[in-house]
């Protein structure tokens, strides 16, 4: 499996943004897609998951109300809405692929075998 993500930019406190990620060579393990962020310095942050069948979504505290994930299942795509901007939330997002049920319910980056290489999103105040 292999995941190329997209859509990330330079962006003013309050705007929105759209990343995607493109999937290709799927593989049969695949249950979840994630969005993870990692700022400078920081650990990987959970941002949100969904289920590829069901369309089942699971939010970090960060995104919550804020951001929206979604996927295009015959498109191979998973996007992340995101709206309001600030400036923490200026990081590198990466989407992920995981194989199991615990990569939704407990979304550690460990449980999840496949990454994309990530897009920056800078959010300026």
């Known amino acids: 499996v292999q995941l190329q993500a997209s859509g990330g930019g330079l962006v003013q406190a309050g705007d929105s943004l759209r990343l995607a990620c493109a999937i290709s060579g799927r593989s049969f393990n695949m249950y979840v897609m994630a969005w993870f962020r990692q700022a400078r310095g920081q650990e990987r942050e959970f941002v949100g998951a969904?289920?590829?069948?069901?369309?089942?979504?699971n939010y970090g505290g960060s995104a919550a109300g804020r951001f929206t994930i979604s996927r295009e299942n015959a498109e191979m795509m998973v996007y992340l809405q995101m709206n309001n901007l600030q400036p923490e939330d200026t990081a590198t997002y990466y989407c992920a692929v995981g194989g199991r049920v615990a990569a939704f319910s407990n979304p550690r980056p460990d449980e999840y075998e496949y990454w994309g290489s990530g897009t920056l999103v800078t959010v300026s105040s």
């Open positions: 969904i289920t590829w069948t069901g369309g089942l979504t």
